[in-house]
């Protein structure tokens, strides 16, 4: 697990502001999008590893999710929210293109984001925000086995790299908060 990243309480969502965003209320979606914003946010920045890059992630997710919000059809919402931080990341990173410069600090952070964006997502689902290999899986639309195996592929070569002593987190970026309204 990656060290000063507890995973991450899923948020209580009410059935009944899931189900009046789902016919098209969008102040019962911003409420559903206010209990999930860290958890989006966090994973947005911990791939991207840039606080404005994760901000625009996660705000590209949200908009995604209120305009398809209607296409929810059962499951965890949260879940579903994460497949669009996902794609919102993914796009990203297609879009800055596979050397994504990493941090300066010799950190695990920064060794973090020189991982392959399919490692890198996948460790940062099950050990940042704290789902299990199932739900990764469902969130990445891959199968248990592959996300296993992305999963130990990163930790073994985190653990072949490891960042000096005293460097596990970049201290300055591991507390950012996602403060814009999300749902837009």
Known sequence: MLPDSPPQQVPQIAAADLNAARRGDL?????????H???????????LGDEHEAVQAAQAAMVKAARNIAH??????????????????QEHLRNVGPARAAPSQASLESSLYRLPADLRLAIVLVDVTGLDYEQAAAVLGTSRGQVGRCVADARRRLMANPPPAG?????ERKD???????GG
């Open 167 to 171: 460097r596990l987190l970049d201290e």
């Open 37 to 47: 914003q860290q958890i989006i946010y966090t994973l947005s920045y911990r791939v």
């Open 27 to 35: 102040r019962a979606f911003n409420r559903l999008a206010a209990t």
């Open 72 to 89: 929810f059809r059962r499951g965890l919402f949260h879940l579903w929210l994460l497949r669009w931080a996902v794609w919102a990341c």
């Open 176 to 182: 950012h908060q996602y403060d814009d309204e999300a």
